[in-house]
């Protein structure tokens, strides 16, 4: 499996290598889709220039990187082209270790269930076998590296690749089930950008199941772990928020970077559900408004966790959707993240409503001249409409996922009392 | 006929005596009027009056510097010699219930609008940009005669404005600023390039006083409707007209001006005078340590009329070639010893050898430290303590 992935890694190499060198990159990097005020490339270069030029780069509303990628990008910004290229790469290898390791671990859970009689008699087509899930490794690494979202994003070399690369490192910890790892890579992640919090409540229940802990309110041993690990990320984000802070001797970052994730002053469109709403909002709402907006994109993980307990890292992919859907400042690199994900769920087709190709050519030519009343309107109903095709693959891979979960243990034709054939209804 | 006169017999004698004294005196007087015109170092006037303020509510502005162009006109500055700046047009304004007039006083008692008037910069071409192009002459080739301000070192410039000002600035159009300092600046470009003889520079605008604060050119005087921490208060609203028609110091200013004719002796003390506190509110400031003379011996008409007084006389009146301007200029050239060069626009041997940029920044050792410190602790921690004897 080495080869074909070194050959997808050398392609893709080759095609962002190529993109740079060609005009396509400066268009590109000025996109609002691939860049946003979060993680522009120009504004690293911005602040690290404001830096040598003595001044604080979090002065100003320019900068709103974290410490650490200034110090990353003070020796590297010459090789700032490398860098993306390979945390792309870096990202595309965790992904493969990290769902072949998925894959033995879903394989033999089935193997278990099967064994135990659990499943019903005639759910022979939806067993996978490991004849389908040989290449799901090979592909999620494809999907990530060879994605248009991707490519794009890395050549505008919009941080939010750095941001990939901690997550994807953070899901091949977890599922390895390295505690530690785990709740480092996250606390970096959450410190980087604020929502991957909500990817603590997948990743304590995945490794619940690793150390084979139910997940039950009364016990000990559940209280126990949960508290290790929550504990484990809360100290290693202080740890890296006090390091952050002997960087520059100040605490600035802190509204900066957190502030400006979670107040949204910064209104320019993006792909994202929250300019629009806010450009056009009295500032005596626009409080109340943020709160709600925010509180949007965390509330769904405690009845999704409630919900897929059994299935933590379904979970973790429907969280991540969530957040790249709802979060301040979206971008294609957060889209192309979860994205890489579903050919794991590609056994999921039979049971899905509609199938669904989101990576479908759009025109990008209304964000070019932002600068009439019928462009603004087309932007929205265009942005809305990007925002609604994810949701709606968001929940048809749910409800697919369910409803395979369900004929699983239902049996695949169902059929009512009276034996005449039953429909599965999603209420 | 030789009938005796009655009375003595010298009163012809005298009589013919003190005729030929008083015409040698004459001669004397016009010969000393000639050779005083010699001696002032003043032939032409100039005047740029300027309105900054736009809006129907600003009606004042425009009709305070439309007063002042309308008493420098009648004094006999020619529309060619002046430079009049009106940021909005009241008198076709839609809401004014009288179009084509603007009223200085209430009941519509004096239009200083008239049907005489040239307005040379209107509307938005009133851009501090535009009326410091006007000051110093730096104009593009292209604009007409009207629009400039052809002054010469013997022009004494009268320059009048008014609008909404603050301490140190005054705004235009409600979107920029000028700057005393750069009104200041202005000057003493016009005062190297010999623009003027002498300047007088009125202001109406609350905290007038600190836009001369910072003049340092010679032979400037300068007046204004209010100090520093001042407001300059509105005069009367009609209430026909809807707003307030005149500010009170340009008001009592055009009070005074009414009573100056064309030979009017009057001096600057007495329009130092005009708008005490009692009827201005405002405390009207002056400034006269920049000018030469004693402004006892200024007259009125030297900035704000046109001197163009003829006078025809049979006498022959002999001038003496080697007459000298009683005012020499103050020598300032021997500030200009140093030869002037052009600073280099483009270094260029800088950028032929030009080398790495040079990070001024690096991130504190402490910050290295403890990262790596943190990394490293974390890689033992998690493939184990053993891996320790292959690094040392």
């Not at chain 1, 400066?26 to 691939?34: A, D, K, Q």
């Not at chain 2, 006169?5 to 004698?13: Q, Y």
């Not at chain 2, 900054?52 to 006999?76: D, E, I, M, P, Q």
């Not at chain 2, 209430?239 to 100056?260: A, N």
């Amino acid at each position: 499996m080495a080869a074909p992935l070194v050959l997808g890694i050398l392609v893709a190499v080759t095609v962002r290598a190529v993109l740079y060198r060609s005009s396509l990159a400066g268009f590109i990097s000025e996109r609002v889709e691939v860049a946003s005020p979060l993680n522009a490339w120009k504004r690293v270069v911005e602040g690290l220039a404001l830096l040598d030029l003595g001044v604080s780069p979090y002065s100003g509303d320019v900068f709103h990187e974290t410490p650490l990628i200034i110090y990353l990008f003070h020796f590297l910004i010459e090789y700032s082209e490398l860098v993306f290229m390979i945390t792309d790469v870096l990202t595309a290898v965790a992904l493969y270790l990290a769902v072949q390791d998925f894959n033995k671990v879903v394989f033999k859970k089935q193997k278990l269930l099967i064994e135990l009689d659990r499943y019903a008699s005639d759910v022979a087509e939806l067993i996978r076998t490991p004849m389908e899930m040989h290449y799901i490794p090979l592909k999620v690494a494809l999907f990530y590296l060879l994605n248009p979202y991707t490519v794009m994003s890395c050549v505008a070399k919009s941080t939010c690749a750095i941001n990939n690369t901690v997550i994807a490192f953070f899901i091949l910890a977890t599922i390895k089930g390295s505690t530690l790892l785990s709740a480092i890579f996250l606390s970096i992640a959450t410190y980087q950008s604020l929502y991957p919090l909500t990817l603590f409540a997948p990743a304590l229940l995945y490794l619940l199941q690793r150390q084979f802990i139910p997940v039950k309110l009364k016990s000990k041993d559940f209280w126990l772990y949960t508290t290790q690990y929550a504990a484990l990320y809360l100290c290693s984000l202080v740890v890296i928020v006090c390091l952050s802070f002997f960087l520059l001797n100040s605490w600035d970052f802190i509204p900066s970077v957190y502030g400006f994730i979670l107040s949204v002053p910064d209104l320019t469109p993006n792909i994202g559900l929250f300019w629009y709403f806010f450009a056009e909002m009295f500032e005596h709402f626009s409080l109340f408004f943020v709160c709600v907006f925010q509180i949007n994109v965390f509330f769904y993980t405690i009845p999704l966790a409630v919900k897929l307990k059994e299935h933590p890292i379904f979970f973790l992919f429907i969280q991540l959707a969530i957040i790249s859907i709802f979060k301040s400042y979206p971008t294609v690199g957060d889209v192309a993240l979860y994205m890489a994900f579903l050919p794991l769920w590609s056994h999921l087709y039979r049971c899905k409503f509609f199938v669904f190709d989101s990576s479908h050519p759009h025109p990008h030519s209304p964000w070019g001249t932002l600068n009439s009343n019928t462009t603004d309107v087309y932007c929205v109903t265009y942005t809305l409409y990007i925002s609604l095709l994810q949701i709606l693959l968001i929940s048809d891979y749910f409800y697919a996922f369910l409803r395979r979960e369900y004929y699983l243990t239902h049996g695949l034709y169902l059929t009512r009392k009276d034996g005449t054939e039953a429909m599965l209804v999603l209420k | 006929m030789a009938a005796a006169l009655p009375g003595p017999r010298w009163l012809p004698a005298a009589a013919a005596l003190l005729w030929a004294c008083c015409g040698s005196a004459a001669t004397d007087g016009i010969q000393d009027q000639a050779e005083q015109f010699f001696r002032s170092g003043h032939t032409n006037n100039w005047a740029v009056l300027v309105c900054t303020s736009r809006f129907w509510f600003n009606y004042r502005h425009v009709a305070n510097t439309l007063s002042v162009y309308r008493s420098v006109k009648r004094l006999g500055i020619p529309d060619s010699h002046i430079v009049l700046m009106l940021a909005d047009d009241m008198a076709c304004n839609p809401r004014n219930p009288k179009p084509a007039t603007v009223f200085s006083h209430k009941n519509m008692e004096l239009n200083v609008y008239g049907d005489d008037v040239e307005v040379d910069y209107r509307s938005y071409e009133v851009t501090v940009e535009n009326f410091l192009r006007v000051l110093t002459g730096r104009i593009p080739p292209s604009t007409p005669r009207s629009k400039r301000l052809l002054s010469d070192d013997r022009s004494n410039i009268l320059i009048y404005m008014t609008g909404h000002g603050g301490n140190g600035f005054l705004k235009f159009q409600d979107s920029e600023e000028i700057t005393n300092v750069e009104l200041a600046d202005a000057f003493e470009q016009m005062w190297q390039k010999r623009r003027y003889n002498e300047l007088l520079f009125i202001i109406d605008t609350c905290q007038g006083a600190s836009m001369y604060e910072r003049f340092y050119s010679p032979n400037i005087m300068a007046l204004a409707s209010s100090q520093v921490g001042e407001d300059s208060l509105s005069h009367q609203p009609d209430l026909g007209i809807g707003v307030h028609l005149m500010d009170r110091y340009t008001f009592y200013v055009l009070e005074f001006l009414e009573e100056i004719h064309p030979a009017s002796q009057t001096n600057m003390n007495d329009l130092f005078q005009v708008c005490p506190r009692s009827l201005c509110v405002s405390t009207p400031g002056h400034r006269t340590d920049l000018f030469q003379r004693d402004p006892q011996n200024v007259l009125i008409t030297d900035f704000f009329g046109s001197v163009r007084k003829v006078e025809i006389t049979t006498e022959t009146v002999a001038l003496d070639p080697n007459l000298v301007g009683l005012e020499t200029r103050v020598p300032n050239d021997e500030m200009a010893t140093e030869p002037l060069k052009y600073a280099e626009q483009l270094p260029v041997a800088q950028i032929i050898h030009q080398k790495p940029k040079q990070k001024d920044w690096h991130p504190p050792g402490g910050f290295i430290l403890g990262l790596w410190a943190l990394i490293i602790m974390v890689f033992f921690k998690t493939y184990g303590i053993k891996h320790m004897k292959y690094i040392f």
